[in-house]
Nanobody, 115 residues
Framework: VQLVESGGGLVQPGGSLRLSCAAS????????MTWYRQAPGKERELVAT????????YYADSVKGRFTISNDNARNTVYLQMNSLKPEDTAVYYC?????????WGQGTQVTVSS
């Protein structure tokens, strides 16, 4: 089982990034996929979720209107499009897959928003 995040990097305030999380080793379409992030000295927080049934989405208030989560079942990949980035979005972003009591995590990708 693998979740491999990519797409992080350094971006100026107001810029955009698209994170990808490529999944393998499990039935991707059965899992609810979530992006979390963790900033230095802070707890990990949920950023966005897309459910396995119906593809409903949920966003943290801090990113609502700026971030968009989507998935591609044919590619076993979940994306996080991040627009209008702010310095407070700086964190390590993690991909999570959850189905019943099963949880998988990626290794994380660093996003730094700075001028």
């Amino acid at each position: 089982v693998q979740l491999v995040e990519s797409g992080g990097g350094l971006v100026q305030p107001g810029g955009s990034l698209r994170l990808s999380c490529a999944a393998s080793g499990f039935t991707f379409s059965r899992y609810t996929m979530t992006w979390y992030r963790q900033a230095p000295g802070k707890e990990r927080e949920l950023v966005a979720t897309i459910t396995r049934v119906g593809g409903s989405t949920y966003y943290a208030d801090s990113v609502k209107g700026r971030f968009t989560i989507s998935n591609d079942n044919a590619r076993n990949t979940v994306y996080l499009q991040m627009n209008s980035l702010k310095p407070e979005d700086t964190a390590v972003y993690y991909c999570n897959a959850r189905y019943l009591k099963t949880d998988y995590w990626g290794q994380g990708t660093q996003v730094t928003v700075s001028s």
